[in-house]
């Protein structure tokens, strides 16, 4: 099973990122399935089941810290997705700092930004990005070249190793990399037990 957990601030794009991401899976006949964790409210679940018929499934972690959520479910959600047939699991996260539960080892950690939020937006985030494989920059389009340059030294300045992919989530122009990176992720073994 390939696993990606993304995660990021509400609004950035997260769920149109892996939209784009599911609907070039597909094509290439990869068998997604769906973890949406929030605190009390999503429906991205149906939407991505409706549009694409994958399985999907949403986890509210109430009064509880979606990353500590994410380490009580993950380990059901991985032999539930391999149950349906599925050959990666896409996580996506309300948590809003991965301190608790930062990405998992043999997974792909994606943070989704928002150019528009700010310069020092990436000295903020902590973990969710500094421990990230990949930060996913959206809204591009929003600000000049030379926001997007201070925006990805601010994103180096904290994660000088992380992969930056700016992409415009609307229309899924810059995903085909991100999709690469999950074909080339390593199998992410659990114990089904």
Known sequence: MKLVICAGP????????????IRKLLAEELRPAYL???V??????KQLKR?????????YSGELCPDHCNVMVLGDALMWACRQGCNALLVETAGLCL?????????????????????NL????????SLADIAVVTK???VSQAEREVFRARI??????????????????????????VRQARETGFDDQ
């Open 36 to 38: 949406k964790i929030d």
């Open 99 to 119: 301190r608790c539960s930062p990405y998992v080892d043999g997974g792909l950690g994606l943070v989704v930004l928002e150019a528009t939020s700010g310069m």
């Open 156 to 181: 180096q300045d904290v994660a000088p190793n992380v992969n930056i992919r700016e992409v415009n989530a609307l229309y899924g122009i810059g995903i085909e990399p991100l999709v690469e990176r």
């Open 140 to 142: 591009i389009d929003r």
């Open 10 to 21: 509400a609004t950035t794009g997260k769920t149109s990122v892996l939209r784009h991401m």
């Open 51 to 59: 549009e694409f018929g994958i399985p999907t499934r949403k986890v």
């Open 122 to 129: 990436p000295l903020k985030v902590g973990p969710m990005l």
């Open 40 to 45: 009390q409210f999503a429906e991205e679940d």
